[in-house]
């Protein structure tokens, strides 16, 4: 089958595209409100795209009345939000937080999900997340029903027991995020496998040579 996308109600282009690029991971987005409430939403338009700027990107939709979602509102207004990873612990948590309540709400509170304050911006961050990141907006990109975020992150709190002993790599063990497929369904990572380039690659590839080496010749 062929999709002509230039020509695709915008509900189809969601379906195929959320349908087929996935899984996502999941940032659970804690923000701040002008009457100082905790808001938190599920966003799977979401990724880390670079590490110099650390950049992490936001899709957040309008919702069906054109009005902006909470997350947005105060994305817009502080400047700042922190995106929380997912794993099966708080898998129910996050769907909560998914609901449309109104902006008096503390979410995370409803959700049952027990918060901290944030080291460097004004939010809070879920205390059983595996990874927050707080972020600081870089630049909001409008199109007429949806922002692209992109935050640059200033701090990160990992749960200490997702690293290994020296604090730096990544428990697979203990660490399983979860991910968002198709609709209503999700994986989490519990079946990781090592995946390396095979042993004759090295004479293959193309030497890559140090700005040091580059001088020297
Ligand atoms: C797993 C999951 C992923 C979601 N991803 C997005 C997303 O990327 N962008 C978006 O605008 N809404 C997304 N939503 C819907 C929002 O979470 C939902 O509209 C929420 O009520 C917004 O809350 P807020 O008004 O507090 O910001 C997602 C929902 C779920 C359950």
Redesign the pocket.
């Known amino acids: 089958m062929e999709f002509d996308f230039t020509r695709l109600p915008p509900q189809d282009r969601y379906r195929l595209l959320t349908n087929f690029v996935g899984p996502r991971p999941?940032a659970l987005?804690t923000?701040r409100s002008a009457g100082g409430h905790n808001?938190?939403?599920?966003?799977?338009?979401?990724n880390v795209f670079s590490q110099d700027p650390p950049i992490v990107i936001?899709?957040?939709?309008t919702?069906g009345d054109g009005g902006e979602?909470?997350?947005?509102?105060?994305i817009r207004r502080t400047g700042e939000f922190c995106v929380n990873m997912v794993d099966m612990e708080l898998a129910e948590g996050?769907?909560m937080?998914?609901?449309?309540?109104s902006?008096d709400v503390d979410?995370p509170a409803f959700a049952g999900l027990d918060t901290a304050p944030c080291r460097q911006i004004d939010a809070r961050y879920l205390i059983r997340t595996p990874c927050a990141m707080e972020c600081r907006v870089e630049r909001i990109i409008d199109y007429p029903s949806?922002a692209i975020i992109l935050g640059e992150v200033v701090e990160m709190t990992v749960r200490d027991d997702c690293l290994d002993v020296r604090g730096r790599y990544v428990n697979p063990e203990v660490y399983q995020p979860i991910a968002?497929l198709h609709a209503d369904n999700?994986i989490v990572a519990d079946r990781q496998f090592e995946l390396t380039k095979p042993a004759a690659a090295a004479q293959w590839e193309v030497a890559q040579l140090t700005p040091q080496k580059k001088r020297a010749t």
């Open positions: 999941i987005v923000t808001n938190a939403a599920p966003m799977s338009f979401f936001l899709g957040v939709q919702r979602k909470d997350t947005l509102v105060n996050m769907i937080c998914g609901v449309n309540f902006p979410e949806r968002r999700y």
